[in-house]
């Protein structure tokens, strides 16, 4: 939150519960904001295992 990690993720749907968890309005709508969500490391929904 507020330019600090609250969490990994895996899915889409762990990265709404870190929102959730987190106080933030959440919704799978949100996660192509960039002022909510910042992808890291990878394209957005791009989820790697290694």
């Not at 709508?29 to 910042?38: E, I």
Request: contains cysteine; proline residues 8%.
């Amino acid at each position: 939150m507020r330019d600090h990690r609250v969490g990994l993720a895996h899915s889409d749907t762990e990265v709404v519960e870190l929102m959730r968890r987190s106080g933030m309005p959440f919704g799978p709508h949100l996660l192509d904001n960039p002022v909510r969500v910042r992808w890291n490391g990878a394209p957005a929904h791009t989820y790697c295992t290694s």
